[in-house]
């Protein structure tokens, strides 16, 4: 198959994304709330024998059904990743949540190509919720068209960010300044907070200190639905970008929301809004 990072994404790769999550899923559900043995990996991040068990799956369906493709994981070393096409996965994104009972924590599943993200995959194994963005697809939850809302002004945004222990050093004040001028801001927003800005009832959301395998697959779920999503410094994301992303519904909040990630005071911008 021909596959280019410039036309519409294949219904064949959408289709046995689908695939994948399904499978996922049913693992993860059958492991939820059932006291799971937990580690502590080198960057002091917790895993569990199922983060494990659900990236071996994935990986071992991508190899059976296209033996050519990298796979770039959370929890295993990479394997062909200056393929033409590269999987990238993050079995459970939010790996406390799912330790502590939490039903918010997902799977991101996301395909590059020539190291751009043309299909991405949000699911919420045990609310059941799963957004799916593709290069020329509109994006689906659950099958219905979901679309980003209309909000150009930050004085109405709600803001949705990672932990605040992620927002520290040098990402702090430029967080700060957003945060000061939006509506409010929710902490801790999960894997759940990309849907809730592509099906619109969120506006913004940063993170920093993230990888490629936390946000990639959010990358077409978001612009699918009418979004955009960018690093810090307004470049597209790729398999090469950094830790940091904005991802916004309105294209109207982007540009002063840049603005105020690449300075150190509030103002101006901040406060015409909120005139």
């Not at 659900?54 to 033996?67: F, G, Q």
Request: net charge negative.
């Amino acid at each position: 198959m021909t596959v280019s990072s410039a036309t519409a994404t294949p219904a064949e790769f959408i289709r046995f994304a689908q695939e994948l999550a399904d499978a996922s899923r049913a693992l993860i559900r059958s492991r939820f709330r059932r006291n799971a043995d937990v580690e502590m990996k080198p960057d002091n991040t917790p895993v569990t024998a199922t983060d494990l068990e659900v990236e071996a799956l994935i990986r071992s369906m991508i190899a059976d059904r296209y033996p050519t493709h990298g796979v770039i994981g959370e929890e295993h070393p990479a394997s062909a990743a200056a393929a033409e096409c590269v999987w990238v996965v993050d079995p459970i994104d939010g790996t406390r949540s799912f330790i502590a009972g939490r039903p918010v924590f997902g799977t991101l599943i996301a395909l590059a190509v020539d190291a751009v993200p043309v299909l991405g995959l949000v699911d919420i194994p045990i609310t059941e919720e799963r957004w799916v963005g593709a290069k020329g697809h509109a994006t689906l939850l659950n099958g219905e068209v979901a679309r980003t809302r209309a909000c150009p002004a930050a004085a109405q945004a709600i803001l949705l960010a990672t932990s605040p222990e992620y927002l520290d050093g040098d990402a702090a004040q430029p967080f700060a300044n957003v945060a000061a001028a939006s509506r409010f801001t929710i902490y801790d927003a999960g894997t759940q907070g990309y849907g809730l800005v592509a099906s619109g009832h969120a506006d913004i959301m940063i993170a920093a200190r993230y990888g490629i395998v936390d946000y990639l697959a959010a990358v077409p779920v978001i612009e699918g639905a009418g979004g955009i999503m960018r690093d810090w410094n307004g470049a597209p994301l790729t398999l090469h970008s950094g830790d940091r992303f904005v991802a916004v519904g309105d294209a109207a909040l982007l540009p002063g929301t840049l603005e105020l990630l690449g300075r150190a005071e509030t103002k101006g911008w901040a406060h015409a809004e909120r005139a």
